[in-house]
């Protein structure tokens, strides 16, 4: 019994099913939506992602095209925060953003799915969330190494 339920965790993590069925609402909280937090988040918005960036050794996408839909990706679920946290100022709406978002992300290159997550994270900070209860992770990997470590 163990070890089926060992291989069906594993086959959950290895073909990203994991993922889908990972719940954003587990430690949900009231967040304080402020102005100067959405002006943060639009501010996050409009700067340039996915260019190099000689600080993180990050080389930047690959051509402007892959940089630029990597980019309005992150542009796109930073507005649906900016247009929804004022109604519904919840962790889980941030954490249920990102979710959509990083499933359609289906980039293979590592380094741009590692630099969505830094977007991610970034937005995370500023809406004064500590962490995306090993949601990242499990995208990112298949399995909530966080548990682990």
Known sequence: MIVILVA???AAGV?????YLWPTFLGDHRLNVTPAML?????????????????????GARNEAQRAAAQLVA?????????DLPA???RAVVLGHFKRALAG????????????????????????????????????????????F
């Open 88 to 90: 519904h100022p919840r």
């Open 105 to 148: 992300f289906t980039t293979i290159e590592s380094e741009e799915r590692d630099r969505m997550l830094f977007y991610l994270e970034r937005a995370l900070d500023i809406c004064g969330i500590e962490g995306s209860s090993q949601l990242f992770t499990v995208w990112r990997y298949g399995f909530p190494y966080g548990w682990f």
């Open 75 to 83: 542009d796109n679920v930073i507005q649906a925060l900016i247009d």
């Open 39 to 59: 002006a943060r988040l639009d501010e996050l918005k409009r700067e340039h992602k996915f260019g190099p960036d000689a600080a993180s050794f990050y080389p």
């Open 8 to 10: 069906a965790i594993v």
């Open 15 to 19: 073909s990203g099913l994991s993922f």
